[in-house]
């Protein structure tokens, strides 16, 4: 048994998890407190009912968000929020959350571990969402059309979007995790014609085809899977605990 606060001042400070801008609702940190000790981690992208009855089922005592469980924000603890909460108090299970803190972390944020499994080159940071690189860019050696193939294969998931040019060179790419479709004007005022990210975006869609942009779609929950599982293996060094990764796509 692991004590939480050895488990919470870690990811704490590897996440730099104070000092990262990120919205309200995030919440980032110690959502909800256990009676101190962990012996199992579960590991999820959203803190939905599902996924919690699911750590519950799992005997985790904690169980590690990207989206936490307050994305509804402020609301009173009735109907389905009551019952979300209460699910956690009632089985002891603590939860902690991370969201843009493990976008962005160099290591092991979403970002780099879709820039690791591409095998990108001369990675840097680059994508600045609502004032904070979240994203970055690097030299992808093969054709557009193999970067394609790739990212697919990554993440499990169908990739769409627009392609300008299938047999071009991928060259310098930007990549996104999430939601990060809205910055493809960004990415094309830096000089950027290939763009990765997740969630698909009917307006993004048609914006790559006006600017001659190759636009790629993952996924938003696919692109999003790396990073706590990640955190999953920097637990079992550090700790030796066991963790369990919980799959709950939403298609999205």
């Known amino acids: ?96 959350a991370a969201h843009l803190p493990l976008d962005l972390h160099p290591e092991l944020g979403n970002n780099a571990g879709i820039a690791k499994g591409l095998g990108l080159q001369d990675v840097l940071p680059e994508v600045d969402y609502h004032g904070t690189l979240i994203g970055l860019s690097g030299v992808y050696a093969g054709t557009v059309g193999e970067l394609k193939e790739a990212f697919a294969q990554l993440t499990g998931a169908p990739v769409t979007g627009c392609i300008v040019n299938a047999d071009a060179p991928a060259g310098r790419i930007a990549l996104c995790s999430g939601g990060g479709g809205d910055c493809i004007y960004q990415m094309h005022d830096k000089g950027y014609t290939t763009y990765l990210t997740g969630e698909e975006n009917h307006w993004v869609v048609n914006a790559a085809e006006d600017m001659g942009m190759n636009i790629l779609f993952a996924g938003h929950y696919a692109t999003e899977t790396f990073g706590v599982k990640a955190l999953g293996r920097l637990l079992e060094e550090r700790f030796g605990l066991e963790t369990v990764f919980i799959d709950n796509p939403t298609g999205m």
């Open 1 to 96: 048994m692991t004590a939480l606060s050895d488990i919470t001042a870690l990811l704490d400070s590897t996440l730099n998890i104070n000092s990262v801008k990120d919205a309200p609702v995030a919440l980032n940190g110690l959502q909800v407190e256990n009676s101190g000790g962990v012996s199992k981690v579960a590991l999820a992208v959203d803190g939905s009912q599902k996924t919690i009855e699911a750590a519950v089922a799992a005997d985790a005592d904690l169980l590690i968000l990207h989206h936490g469980i307050f994305w509804s924000g402020l609301r009173p603890l009735t109907g389905w929020w009551k019952k979300k909460v209460e699910t956690c108090l009632n089985a002891d299970l603590a939860v902690y």
